[in-house]
């Protein structure tokens, strides 16, 4: 079954993808779109992705896009552990926390992880206010997130899931940040991104230049690009 995931290895989305297959212990091809160079923009991957967003996914023919739509479907049809449990309750469960992240949580940490992180790339003056207010505003989540695993090891339960998944690339580029007192402040959080950070699927992704998904890329080999 060939798998092409098209994004960049840094974007967060493209992450949560290659954090499933990870998980499933697949390998895809990862075709570079240069984001920061306007790649995703142009007509090419317009045509697989209508809004000119990373990932898009094709799998046998069949085009997909939108990261929490991917993930699902690939948890569906790649064997290997469940990423979304039987359990209608459970289930219920990782939706509920993909909707935390994506109300409560993103659209606080994102923009805040955009001018830390990824500004010198995309060009033009970090904006000291828009950080700030990501440190505010993503407190309730992490707040709520904390809570919730001093009751349970994962954030759906007592499985690891997409839930867990759709969390983990932002607390990375938190501690990327050197922030990293937004996670090791929060003491049941700070146990459980100990723990999913040492899953070797994670460490996968994580070292940002895996050979099954980069095609032997390195960092070093990116970052000249982005600087071009």
């Given amino acids: 079954m060939a798998i092409r995931v098209y994004g960049h ?9 290659l954090a499933v297959l990870a998980e499933k212990n697949q390998e895809a091809e990862l075709v570079l779109v240069m984001v920061p160079k306007g790649e995703h923009k142009g007509a090419q991957h317009v045509a697989r992705h209508p809004f000119g967003k990373v990932p898009a996914l ?3 023919g069949f085009l997909l896009y939108e ?3 991917i993930n699902h479907y690939l948890n569906r049809v790649l ?5 979304v449990p039987e359990d209608a309750r459970a289930a219920a469960r990782v939706e509920q926390w993909l909707g935390v992240a994506e109300s409560y949580f993103i659209p606080h940490v994102h923009p805040l992880l955009v001018e830390s992180l990824f500004r010198r790339f995309l060009g033009g003056e970090q904006n000291a206010a828009v950080i700030e207010a990501g440190r505010k505003g993503m407190a309730a989540a992490l707040d709520a997130a904390d809570q919730r695993l001093g009751s349970s090891p994962y954030l759906a339960g007592e499985a690891f899931s997409l839930a ?3 969390w983990m690339p932002y607390l990375e580029y938190l501690v990327r940040t050197g922030e990293p007192q937004h996670i090791s402040g929060r003491k049941h959080l700070a146990e459980w991104w100990n723990r999913v950070g040492e899953r070797p699927s994670w460490q996968r992704v994580a070292r940002s230049g895996p050979q099954a998904y980069e095609r032997g890329m390195t960092a070093a080999v990116i970052e000249k690009l982005y600087r071009r």
């Fill in 9 to 17: 290895p840094w974007s967060i989305n493209t992450r949560k993808v």
């Fill in 58 to 60: 094709e799998h046998d």
């Fill in 67 to 69: 990261t929490r739509a």
């Fill in 79 to 83: 064997p290997g552990a469940a990423l």
């Fill in 164 to 166: 867990d998944i759709h």
